[in-house]
């Protein structure tokens, strides 16, 4: 019969792998960085929203309606890719309608009476 010690000669001990101050203080630096490269996003967003807002209001509105014989692309096409023989006459000879509306009243415009219910609807069971 053989026998064995019960403490070993051998004991297993972890690698020293230093107290890992190097670690910690690049993820202290790295934290700090990510805050202030938030704040520094915010605020570059914000000043590129002002800068479009002046820039719109620096530029004179243009009515989206305005075409002159200019702004237009000859010879005249529909959507198909057809040109009629007479499209550019056609064009030409086409009067423009009036779109303007009248002044609103400064009287109630629309008299209604509703009434409104709430109704319960019950299904018996087994239906």
Do not use: C
């Amino acid at each position: 019969m053989a026998t064995y010690p019960a403490t070993s000669s051998t004991r297993y001990e972890r690698p020293d792998r230093g107290s890992g101050a190097g670690v910690k203080v690049l993820a202290l630096f790295l934290g700090i960085a990510v805050g202030v490269l938030v704040v520094l996003a915010v605020v570059l967003v914000r000043v590129a929203d002002d800068a479009r807002d002046e820039a719109t209001a620096a530029t004179p509105a243009t009515p989206s309606h305005a075409h002159d014989a200019s702004s237009v692309s000859l010879p005249l096409q529909s959507f198909a890719g057809v040109t009629g023989e007479d499209a550019e006459a056609l064009a030409k000879a086409h009067a423009a309608t009036d779109a303007s509306l009248p002044a609103v009243p400064a009287a109630d415009l629309v008299k209604v009476h509703m009434t409104l219910k709430d109704m319960v609807v019950e299904i018996a069971p087994g239906v």
